[in-house]
Every structure is written in C-alpha cells, then in structure tokens.
C-alpha cells in the first residue's frame, strides 16, 4: 500500500513527497491563483492585434490536475511560449479535466491507455453548446498534442509518470476534406464587392489592403503609419513580418498607394500627431457605431465587422448559408487566384504578396520561362544504357501529359536511373540491388550520381582491404566493374556529340 499523501485532496504534499526539488516550486504565489495576468504575473509579451492578458484556470477542477498544469504553464512560459499558446494549452486540459470529472479517478495510476481511449471518445461525441458544432478533427489533434506534451513534461520533471505511448503517430496534421473551403468562393467575393461601401471607411481600406497584398492580419493591423516608400518608380508598402518580426517590403500598385494616403489623411486628422499606425480601431463600448480609437484593432473586432456585414446583408455562398469570415481567408484567397492562374506553388511562395500589374506581368515572363525550361528538360531524347553499358533504348516524349503518365508507370521507383520492369511481371526479386538488375536503365542525366557511387565503393574497397574483409572485398570489386561498365558506356556516346 503507497505510503504518499492523497494526490487528489493533497496535491502538494503528494508532489513534494514523490520530488523534493518541487518544494521550491511550490512557493511560488502564482500557484495560489487561478487567474493569471500575462504581462505582470509571467512577464510575456503581448501582440497588440491578440491581447491575451488573462489565463484562467478555474475550469480545471481537480486540485492535482490544477496544480500540475499550473507548473506546466510556468515552465512553458519560461520558454518564450506567446500567451495564445499558453491559453490554448490551459483550454485542452480544461477539457480532459471535464472528462475526468465524470469518472472516479482516485490515484494516477489509473490515467492510462483504457483512460485516453475513453477520452477519444469523449472528445469525438463533444458537441460545442454554442455553435453546436462537434469538434473538428484538427482540434482533437492539438488536444492530443497539448496532453503528450503535458505528461511528457511531468515525467521530465518527476511530478507524475504516465506513459504517453498512446498518443504516438494520432497527432498528424489533418489534411483538409475537399468540401472545407479555407478561402473566398467568387460569389462571396462578388458579394462583398458589393456590400464594401456599408462599412466604415477604415474598414473598407483594410480589406482593400489585405486583398491586394495577401499581407497576415497582424502586419495589416500594425503597419506603420508611414509605411509608404518610394523606389524609383516603384511604390513600395513596408512592413514588420509577424512570423519573423523582420522589416520587408512589397511592391503595390498606384490604385493602392491612393487608398493607403486616404487613411493615412484620416488617422492624422482624428489623432493630429498622436498616433503613429495606420489603421486604428473603435471605441470600447461603440458596439458596431464606428468611433476612432488610438489603438490597435484585435482580430476578433475585425472578423466581427465582416460577418455582422455578411448577416445583415446576406451575403451567402451557393448552399445558401451565410458566409463566416475570418481573416486569414484572403491571404489563401490571393493564393487560390495565383494558383488557378497557374502560377507554381514556389513562385506563390516567394512572391504571394506581389499584385500590382506591373509584377503579374513580370511574373507571367518568369512562370513561362520556368516552365519553358521544364518543358524542354521533359520533352528531350533520352538514351538508356542497361547493366551492359550499352544503349539498349533511345526515347523521345511526343506529349507532355503522356511523359509524365510514363514515368508513374514504372513498378518501382529508384534513386536515380530508371526501372523498366513490365508492370504486368511478378514483383521484382532485386530490391535494393538495381545496379546488377537488366531492367535498371540509366541515362546521361545520372552519370553524376553514378561517378559519385564509384567513388564510394573505391573508398569502401581500400577500408576492406586494410581490415583483410575479404568477403567485402569480393562484393565492392563486383559493385565497381558495374559502375565502369555503365559509366564507360554513358561517356562514349556522350562523346558522339
């Protein structure tokens, strides 16, 4: 029978009796609330557009679960944690805390494989009682990433030990089902075109902004009142990235530049000089009667705009259902528009937030000479030699779709060179030893990966010759005459040309 205090009524005499270095954590007074502020108590800094000033942990109920997550949020918090993520973390114990309660958990020992299983189930039949929705797989799995990470750090610290085995491989990132849409259907666009001019000026300069530039929500709503430069010709907008806290710019369109100095005339005329951003928000308690305010507006004021705009007038998508807005849909918009102009995912990335015509024209050069140059890589005759070293096929692409299609049809997919084994064959017996293997065909695009494997196996054929591995010897001296052969017959009928 354990001789520990109860862990349950007696949290903190059970955690200094399992672990005397937790005697010392223990006095801190934090631990005696169940509010914390970010700023003054864990001394975090906070993102004007996503003041988090609060972490409460009252919803936890059990006194061991709640002390526990409160050291948790102690330790994370030393490690430069931002206060939305410390929240969230609070927010997935809270839950299991909830499930908890519904059993009769007396020792942890009991919070095991069984547990989490049930908890899985508790988590797939939750219905929201607000929105009365069920949560979203992604939502379940940063529960169960927040839990691992959690009892993970409690057996770090020897305060509790559960075996997180359970939750191996069932935190993947969920994809997206083909039926979520994370960006703007056109005929919501067409309708919020439509419906701009009903909302404040400020606002309607804000979507202007974020639609022609892909910008995140936090660098729009903090951009610098001064933000505009000029390059030569080139206006330019400047800003401080929120993922790497770094100054960039991006080139903007003249159409931009005038709706940009129209806020910047409107701030300066309601704030004179006291005020240093671009866009502003409105008074606390205004409700949705617009009053400038010399502050920053939070995300949740924005999204709140937008979709009492969409509630009062209807703006729908094709099933009826009115439109949710939320920020970050028209940066993945702009990116949509680029990809089904058929601008390739690399280009998006480096050059997402480019929109004036000027660069889409530039940009269509570049996309053309791109793919001019794949086209052609595609396109040419190919000559194979096979384990021989000689030409045993010559092939030239007719079709582009066609090629592509060729190439998947291969039964196994190799390093470099190619298998032409017949699909139709019985599975290949050579696994793993393509280069004795007459189906392996290479060409001259692999002679550097072939002079590269050449020199390895020398290297690997003089260590076995020091060590007198005679066995090795043997296999190397076989692996090198086939890399010559190959070589050897790649080289003359490069030569040719």
């Known amino acids: ?27 801190n007074p934090l631990l005696q609330k169940n509010l914390w502020r970010t700023v003054d108590d864990l001394g975090l800094k906070i993102n004007q557009h996503d003041r988090i000033l609060t972490i409460n942990f009252r919803p936890i109920e059990q006194e061991c679960l709640n002390l526990l997550s409160k050291l948790y949020i102690l330790s994370k918090s030393q490690r430069n944690y931002s206060a939305r993520y410390l929240k969230n973390e609070v927010g997935c114990l809270a839950k299991f805390s909830q ?51 959690f009892f993970k750090l409690c057996h770090q610290e020897d305060w509790l030990e559960v075996n997180t085995y359970w939750f191996k491989g069932r935190y993947k990132k969920s994809e997206p089902k083909n039926d979520d849409i ?46 505009l430069r000029k390059r030569g010709k080139q206006w330019r907008l400047r800003f401080l990235t929120e993922k790497y806290l770094v100054e960039d710019e991006l080139p903007i369109c003249e159409e931009l530049v005038v709706i940009i100095q129209q806020q910047q005339e409107y701030i300066k005329k309601q704030f004179d000089n006291k005020y240093h951003n671009l866009f502003g928000s409105n008074e606390s308690g205004s409700g949705y009667s617009y009053k400038p305010s010399p502050k920053i507006m939070q995300v949740e004021t924005f999204n709140r705009w ?22 970050h849909q028209f940066r ?3 990116a949509t528009i680029m990809t089904n102009a058929g601008v390739r995912d690399l280009i998006i990335q480096k050059y997402l937030r480019h929109r004036s015509p000027e660069m889409q024209n530039y940009y269509k050069h ?12 595609l396109m040419k005759e190919t000559k194979y030699v096979d384990s021989t070293g000689k030409i045993v096929a010559t092939y030239k692409p007719n079709n582009l779709i066609t090629e ?18 017949p699909i139709l064959k019985s599975p290949c017996q050579t696994v793993n030893a393509c280069w004795r293997c007459e189906h392996w065909l290479t060409s001259s695009n692999d002679l550097a990966a072939l002079k590269n494997d050449l020199q390895r196996v020398q290297e690997e054929l003089k260590n076995a010759e ?23 017959g790649l080289e003359r009928e490069n030569d040719k040309y």
């Open 1 to 27: 029978m354990s001789i520990l205090p109860d862990w349950y009524s007696e949290p903190d005499k059970w955690l200094i009796a399992k672990n005397i270095a937790a005697k010392k954590l223990l006095k």
């Open 99 to 149: 499930f908890i309660s519904l059993k009769s958990l007396v020792n942890p020992e009991q919070i095991d494989n069984q547990l989490f299983e049930e908890f899985d189930y508790y988590l797939h039949s939750y219905v929201n009682k607000i929105t009365k929705k069920p949560l979203s797989e992604r939502s379940i799995s940063i529960h169960y990433t927040s839990l691992s990470n």
């Open 366 to 377: 570049l996309l053309k000479q791109v793919i001019g140059d794949e086209y052609q890589e």
């Open 182 to 227: 994370d960006y703007i259907p056109e005929e919501v666009w067409q309708q919020l075109d439509d419906n701009l001019h009903h909302l404040p000026q400020p606002l309607q300069r804000m979507i202007l902004v974020l639609r022609a530039t892909g910008l995140r929500i936090g660098e729009l709503l903090n951009l610098s009142l001064n933000c």
């Open 404 to 421: 592509l299609m060729r190439r998947k049809m291969h039964q196994i997919t190799t390093q470099y060179g190619e298998c032409h084994r």
């Open 332 to 334: 993945k918009t702009v």
């Open 466 to 488: 020091k060590l007198r591995m005679v066995r090795q010897q043997k296999e190397l001296i076989s692996d090198q005459a086939i890399l010559i052969i190959r070589i050897q």
């Open 306 to 327: 937008l979709n009492k705009l969409a509630t009062e007038h209807n703006i729908c998508n094709k099933k009826g259902e009115i439109w949710k807005f939320r920020s």
